[in-house]
């Protein structure tokens, strides 16, 4: 009872100190756009880091990140990342190191001001809508052919199962397989207790940890072969560590 109430003071806390932080860099953030990319984009990721490191220490969630150096200078990729809580966005694109993009859904881009910031640093989607997948997918292969890497969550929604990994949709592994784009698996620790999918407005202070793991190469392979290949990888690093 006592922690529940807690949680959710934490809840408010971290809203709170969201909202002002987020107030502070939404200008600078958005004035990357003047500058030409990749450059832009990197001081985009660079400020949404920042962001993320002050607002994280705020709220009482250290943060560890593993694996940059799978990341070769030069190269691209699309990084997939495993998707616990609502609090995996926020750490997905400040922590991969290069520029990058999200592929995000497109109604957060309706929220006043935030929208702003969300567009720049997305590619929106409505999963509902068949052209705005195939939209999107088109706009994820610029992205990459800019040199940017592309983080996608191929769960398609938070995992509220109690199985380490839901299973994967096939829209990275085909992108991979289209662009012959490696595949970083990503896995992020800690968001599930943070913040469980079976309580409502609830934040609990736990350290967070994100692990990039070795390229996975998607050329002479099929969409379904990569996909279970990634799958695996990510689902037996999620158990021997967690």
């Not at 992108?175 to 207790?193: M, N, Q, R, Y």
């Not at 409502?200 to 996909?227: A, C, D, I, R």
Request: aromatic share 14%.
């Amino acid at each position: 009872m006592v922690k529940n109430i807690l949680a959710r003071i934490v809840a408010v806390w971290a809203i709170v100190t969201f909202a002002i932080t987020f107030l502070i860099i939404l200008i600078p953030s958005l004035l990357t756009a003047l500058i030409p990319d990749p450059k832009g984009m990197l001081w985009f990721n660079w400020l949404s880091r920042l962001w993320m490191n002050v607002w994280l220490t705020l709220s009482g969630f250290p943060i560890k990140i593993k694996g940059r150096e799978n990341f070769e200078p030069g190269n691209n990729y699309i990084v997939t990342c495993n998707h616990n809580a609502l609090l995996d966005v926020p750490l997905s694109a400040p922590y991969t190191p290069g520029p990058n993009k999200t592929i995000a859904k497109d109604s957060f881009a309706k929220v006043p001001l935030f929208g702003w910031y969300y567009k720049r640093g997305s590619v929106l989607v409505n999963r509902k809508d068949t052209a705005s997948r195939k939209k999107s997918y088109e706009l994820m292969k610029n992205v990459l052919a800019k040199g940017f890497n592309m983080c996608i969550y191929p769960e398609g929604s938070r995992n509220r199962t109690d199985k380490a990994l839901h299973t994967f949709h096939d829209g990275a592994f085909r992108l991979a397989v289209d662009t012959k784009k490696p595949i970083i698996p990503a896995l992020i620790f800690g968001t599930k207790k943070a913040m469980p999918a079976n309580k409502f407005f609830y934040l609990w202070p736990q350290k967070l940890e994100m692990h990039f793991l070795p390229p996975v190469e998607s050329t002479n392979t099929t969409v379904t072969e990569l996909k279970e290949k990634v799958f695996r990888i990510m689902t037996n690093y999620y158990e021997s560590y967690y």
